[in-house]
């Protein structure tokens, strides 16, 4: 099973990423998937999830109203509008093998894509 996260780039401030996530190995549509991230010298953060059993979504405080995540053809995505400073590190895409959010100990990470938010 690889999970595989793409998408992330240099962006100005205000600017806006579509982060993809992808499987080989198993169905994402059947599984909860987290996007979570970790900028330099602090810990990974949980940033969103989505459910299968429902479809519902979660996110963190600092991106409520900025970052969508949505599930398309089989890969789960990861919207994010008016991106800020503080939104840089790497974002990684999990899955803990339920349904249900939020992920508890993820069973399988992507690579990780970097985002980094610059003037």
């Known amino acids: 099973v690889q999970l595989q996260a793409s998408g992330g780039g240099l962006v100005q401030p205000g600017g806006s990423l579509r982060l993809s996530c992808e499987a080989s190995g198993l169905t994402l549509d059947y599984y909860a998937i987290g996007w979570s991230r970790q900028a330099p010298g602090k810990e990974r953060e949980g940033v969103s999830c989505?459910?299968?059993?429902?479809?519902s979504t979660d996110y963190a405080d600092s991106v409520k109203g900025r970052f969508t995540i949505f599930r398309d053809n089989g890969k789960v995505y990861l919207q994010m509008n008016n991106l800020n400073f503080e939104d840089s590190g790497i974002y990684y895409c999990?899955?803990?093998?339920?349904?249900?959010?939020?992920?508890?100990?993820?069973?399988?990470w992507g690579q990780g894509t970097l985002v980094t938010v610059s003037s």
């Open positions: 989505i459910s299968s059993s429902d479809g």
């Open positions: 999990a899955t803990d093998i339920t349904e249900s959010c939020p992920l508890e100990d993820p069973d399988y």
